[in-house]
Nanobody, 115 residues
Framework: QVQLVESGGGLVQPGGSLRLSCAAS????????MAWYRQAPGKEREVVAAITGRGSTYFAGSVKGRFTISRDNAKNTVYLQMNSLKPADTAVYYC?????????WGQGTQVTVSS
């Protein structure tokens, strides 16, 4: 099964930016929907942004206009560009298939937004 490795997280001040990467161990070309999810302490995991094989995108209302998602099938990588970050964006970020998560979860990457 394809394994997922997320990276790019860190500590950033409010208003700052980060770019997350999700590298798959195998081809994602045949995978239609890929998404970024996040889980904040004490909260359930939620979908943040998704992208289909044709490039259609979906964003949660809380990040619309601030986050963009892209995929590079040649590199088997999905990206999440996060701008205008807020403390409420603090969470561990994961990637997986979408709408249904079919792959094992990776370790995630921690994003902390704090002054």
């Amino acid at each position: 099964q394809v394994q997922l490795v997320e990276s790019g997280g860190g500590l950033v001040q409010p208003g700052g930016s980060l770019r997350l990467s999700c590298a798959a161990s195998g081809s994602i070309l045949s995978i239609n929907g890929m998404a970024w999810y996040r889980q904040a302490p004490g909260k359930e995991r939620e979908v943040v942004a998704a992208i289909t094989g044709r490039g259609s995108t979906y964003f949660a209302g809380s990040v619309k206009g601030r986050f963009t998602i892209s995929r590079d099938n040649a590199k088997n990588t999905v990206y999440l560009q996060m701008n205008s970050l807020k403390p409420a964006d603090t969470a561990v970020y994961y990637c997986n298939t979408w709408v249904v998560t079919t792959l094992n979860w990776g370790q995630g990457t921690q994003v902390t937004v704090s002054s």
